[in-house]
């Protein structure tokens, strides 16, 4: 008997249909837990800083209270808070020094050329760029001292905290009843 007769054969036999077999008996079924990324990575302009200073804080804020509810711990996430403001000026600032350099480098070539019209938008560009940059020093500046626009990411991240310790504070006291 050779291998093609064995092959010719099994066609001739009636077809076993398969048997179902339930998908749990195989894989585990695993509850994905909420997992809500609360990483929040402004772009790094002045839009990208007022989006940080908008941002909500509050959640953050709540959610740390009720695994860590010291209050040193609040003040240091506080200090972080500000340095990531801090942070994110100065890399927004190195970003249009970078444009600035680049716009110049091209008034530069174009009045060679004589093209008064171009120079112009090119300069006004440049200015608009510069009002942003002390713009982003004037928030790192208050970021430093702690007033002006940058209280409202400490006050949403206070508020939050606070929150959440008195959630914790009601939860134990329903569970003393």
Not at 7 to 25: A, G, Q, T
Not at 44 to 61: P, Q
Not at 110 to 135: M, P
């Amino acid at each position: 008997m050779s291998f093609f007769d064995f092959l010719k054969n099994r066609k001739n036999e009636p077809s076993k249909e398969l048997v179902e077999i339930p998908e749990d008996v195989f894989t585990e079924k695993v509850v994905e837990e909420d997992t809500e990324d609360t990483t929040f990575i402004p772009e790094k302009t002045l839009e990208g800083v007022y989006s940080f200073l908008r941002a909500d804080f509050d959640s953050a804020g709540y959610k740390d209270a009720l695994t860590n509810g010291d209050s040193s711990y609040r003040n240091e996430k506080i200090d972080i808070l500000m340095w990531d403001l801090i942070l994110l000026c100065k890399q927004a600032s190195v970003k249009y020094s970078d444009k600035i350099t680049d716009l110049v480098s091209h008034i530069n070539s174009r009045k060679k050329l004589g093209a008064l019209d171009i120079i112009e938008s090119l300069e006004y560009e440049k200015s608009r760029i510069e009002e942003k940059i002390q713009e982003l020093e004037e928030i790192t500046t208050q970021a430093k001292e702690r007033v002006g626009a940058p209280t409202r990411v400490i006050n949403s991240y206070i508020r939050g905290f606070n929150r959440g310790m008195v959630a914790l504070s009601k939860a134990t006291l329903d569970g003393n009843k």
